[in-house]
């Protein structure tokens, strides 16, 4: 699974925000921008 993948399931599945997914994200040593995480949210909702 992509880690974008990953990400976008976290945001939908326990509905936090860009920013918490990131934290998240960063303790497990992976660095994404919320804003990535926001952007590629509004390409997914349909």
């Known amino acids: 699974?992509?880690?974008i993948r990953y990400a976008?399931?976290?945001y939908h599945r326990f509905t936090l925000s860009p920013r918490d997914v990131?934290?998240?994200l960063l303790e497990r040593g992976i660095q994404?921008?919320?804003k990535t995480l926001r952007e590629s949210a509004a390409l997914k909702q349909p």
């Open 22 to 24: 990131q934290e998240l």
């Open 1 to 3: 699974m992509s880690i």
């Open 8 to 10: 976008l399931r976290l």
């Open 32 to 34: 994404v921008s919320h």
